[in-house]
């Protein structure tokens, strides 16, 4: 039985193929786990990592100092994006991704075996500089690798959807994340959680990636890239050949995902942060409020895939970011009023729209690039787009807030938004292309 799809004309099966299933879930929890690993880091560096791995000056200085250690890992995902890219466009996209999970798994269980600024001095802080760098590696390679294991399988009129799967593994990641940190706090003592119990969520890594890996370890390779194989068209260095012949959609996506991880980090490390030590909001109501809140994101994130692959790319995009800048303007009344009910709005307000504004990216930065550079391609935008618009916000974040209060924040949130918009209208409309004949 089959289908003629409106998009493309062309007759596509009305099923995905055998083994979507096992396909989705291999990209679901991959993302699910490597964003586990990197929430349980951003929400140790609002709580605690200061005190822990930096000397105690001043409190406000541990925690920027904290917030620079999250960053890092931003800078270091251009180089596992280039560089998982490289092998999962030369070797496949299965054992790249095999590895990516590997890279990120260690590194997390590894920092929750180091030793503190008390025990080691100097070298603590950099020992902890270095595993972040493990961790940005690992996941420049594994977003890139989830997406193109659902979209290059995805049947016609339907890769939005598939590619929606790996964008609902940080809401669930987050949640295992915050849950964890909640449980911790309702059994332990301040003091047991500073000495010992922050390294738990990093230590419990290792369960999740073992699951990850023997889900992994039972996949074909993709539709697409089989194809490729079969046409002898594998190029010598996709890293070089991304940056010279593809660096305009490079770009184009780059500043596309810019207001997604403003919204998401403003609304989640740095909120954390400002809500429990300047809003005096108990910890674990704010972590129970941000559990509440990703729940608006997972319900956005479907249903902007849908509208996606309905409307096509460009037009869901651009609404969200033009709604995200708006909303650059209620940081202030709802964060800043220390009323948990505001609060909330505002967390719920932010992440749908990164729901709305990140859902669409599993399928629009594969379809930017050819099957034989799309890993490196794909991997490279998501990674660069992230240090435009992540690796520093909770850093910045922190800054303007000294500098001018909480409305220059949402002045960041607001430019962050016409970044993308204007890249998203730069680009034509990518629903229509076929992932397999590129």
């Not at 280039?82 to 790249?96: I, Q």
């Not at 994340?177 to 922050?198: A, H, I, K, R, Y």
């Not at 790319?313 to 009023?337: E, K, N, T």
């Not at 729209?353 to 599993?362: E, K, V, W």
């Amino acid at each position: 039985m089959s289908f003629t799809s409106t998009r493309t004309g062309q007759a596509a099966p009305a099923m995905a193929p055998a083994g979507t299933g096992r396909i989705v879930l291999a990209s679901l929890i991959g993302t699910t786990v490597e964003f586990y690993d990197f929430y349980i880091y951003g929400t140790a560096a609002a709580l605690v990592l200061g005190p822990v791995f930096f000397p105690a000056h001043v409190p406000q200085a541990e925690q920027l100092a904290a917030f620079l250690t999250f960053g890092i890992a931003f800078l270091a995902r251009p180089v596992g994006a280039f560089l998982f890219g490289h092998f999962g466009d030369r070797v496949g996209r299965k054992s790249t991704l095999v590895a990516s999970m590997l890279v990120m798994g260690l590194s997390t269980v590894l920092i929750g075996l180091l030793p503190g600024y008390a025990t080691a001095g100097f070298i603590a802080p950099i020992l902890l500089c270095i595993m972040r760098l493990g961790q940005g590696i690992g996941l420049g390679g594994e977003w890139g690798g989830a997406a193109l294991l659902a979209t290059e399988n995805a049947p016609a009129g339907r890769r939005a959807w598939f590619g929606m799967f790996p964008q609902l593994g940080p809401s669930i990641g987050f949640l295992l994340s915050n849950g964890l940190f909640l449980l911790l706090f309702s059994v332990l003592t301040e003091q047991q959680f500073l000495d010992w119990g922050w390294r738990i969520p990093f230590l419990g890594s290792a369960v999740l990636v073992g699951i990850g890996l023997y889900i992994r370890g039972r996949l074909p390779e993709t539709i697409a890239f089989q194809k490729t194989l079969d046409r002898a068209e594998r190029v010598a260095l996709p890293v070089r050949d991304v940056i010279t012949r593809q660096w305009v959609p490079l770009l184009q996506g780059a500043f596309a995902m810019v207001v997604c991880y403003a919204l998401f980090y403003i609304s989640t490390v740095f909120a954390l942060g400002y809500g429990t030590k300047i809003g005096h909001i108990p910890r674990q109501t704010f972590l129970g409020l941000l559990c509440i809140a990703i729940l608006g994101m997972a319900i956005a994130t479907p249903i902007a895939a849908l509208l996606a692959d309905r409307f096509g790319r460009r037009p869901v995009l651009a609404v969200a970011a033009i709604a995200a800048g708006l909303s650059g303007f209620l940081i202030g009344p709802l964060l800043g009023s220390g009323q948990p009910d505001l609060v909330l709005l505002f967390l719920v307000i932010e992440l749908v729209l990164m729901g709305f504004t990140f859902a669409p990216m599993g399928a629009l930065l594969p379809e930017l690039f050819p099957t034989n550079l799309r890993y490196s391609g794909a991997s490279a935008a998501y990674s660069l787009g992230g240090i435009l618009g992540g690796s520093l916000a909770p850093y910045i974040a922190q800054r303007l807030v000294a500098y001018g209060g909480l409305a220059w924040v949402g002045h960041y949130i607001t430019i962050a938004a016409v970044v993308s918009l204007i890249a998203v209208l730069s680009m034509s409309e990518t629903s229509r292309r076929d992932l397999a004949d590129r």
